[in-house]
């Protein structure tokens, strides 16, 4: 079915997730967001309605609107009680015939899969840590540290503690087993880079423009287990990680490290396939940029 609306006279869905499990601070902080979001759409001209997936089924979410005449602007990154939600709601819209930004369904799934990515950057010849997958707590051929030993299906710093930085053989053991056990899934064990820490975030398809670098400062930290972004440092207000960890907006950078942070993170951008917009993080070994995931 054709439409005669052009793209600027479509209204914009604009799509978020909230649990109903949620503390009101989890609330205080998305809501606030989703409220400049709408207010920058419609100032760009835009009719805009939010949608709000919580815990009603995903199709009921999507019936009353017409995808000829609705765009969605997919900021779900999550539905309650549903496994990598965020791509399950990216195939619903694909179904029903939705226009959206954001990567597709493969690209968000892939990304749950940390060795499936480290793969492709290998492929491509794009730099990352060295790095291995364990189904059992024997490790006998891993010997590089400091390494870093993480759920390999995971989001989010899920599984990500100051322990997971190991310094011997025998922690680099007990995380892999605490991995396998908590999880239920191989441990992804990768060369710890303890250095500087960037998070580049790129946005368009064909010409990919690459926004102001930031930087994560460890700074606070002399402990090398604790010089990394953990699950508290994103999720736990009020935790050591959470105060001590510091955003330098934008990151400071010499000419020739922001053109090495560009051109890995657009090289990664490609490899992996992202569409319209992603979020490339990056540590600094030396002088040399790698990828992480």
Request: hydrophobic share 40%.
């Amino acid at each position: 079915m054709k439409s005669d609306l052009k793209w600027t006279d479509r209204h914009v869905l604009l799509l978020f997730n909230v649990d109903p499990l949620w503390e009101a601070t989890e609330l205080d902080n998305i809501l606030p967001v989703v409220d400049q979001i709408k207010k920058a759409l419609e100032h760009e001209g835009h009719s805009v309605k939010l949608l709000m997936a919580g815990d009603q089924d995903i199709g009921d979410i999507l019936a009353p609107y017409d995808p000829m005449e609705h765009v969605v602007f997919n900021w779900c990154e999550d539905l309650p009680g549903i496994q990598k939600g965020e791509v399950v709601m990216a195939a619903m819209l694909e179904k029903n015939n939705f226009c959206y930004t954001g990567s597709p369904p493969d690209v968000l799934s892939l990304s749950w899969n940390k060795a499936a990515v480290k793969t492709v950057l290998d492929r491509y010849s794009i730099a990352t840590p060295s790095w291995e997958v364990f189904m059992t707590p024997r490790v006998n051929g891993w010997g590089d540290f400091p390494a870093i030993v993480k759920p390999s299906f995971e989001h989010c710093s899920n599984g990500i503690t100051t322990e997971a930085v190991v310094l011997t053989h025998k922690e680099l053991t007990e995380r892999v087993s605490y991995v396998l056990d908590r999880f239920h899934q191989p441990a992804l064990v990768e060369n710890f880079i303890d250095g500087r820490e960037f998070h580049v975030t790129l946005w368009g398809n064909g010409r990919i423009e690459m926004l102001p670098p930031v930087e994560m400062d460890f700074s606070a930290f002399d402990n090398i287990k604790d010089r990394l972004c953990t699950y508290d440092s994103k999720f736990v207000p009020g935790s050591l990680h959470y105060e001590k960890i510091n955003l330098q907006v934008p990151a400071q950078l010499d000419e020739d490290q922001i053109q090495q942070l560009e051109r890995i993170s657009k090289q990664a951008y490609h490899a992996i396939g992202c569409r319209d917009y992603a979020r490339i993080d990056l540590r600094l070994q030396w002088n040399i940029l790698r990828a992480r995931c």
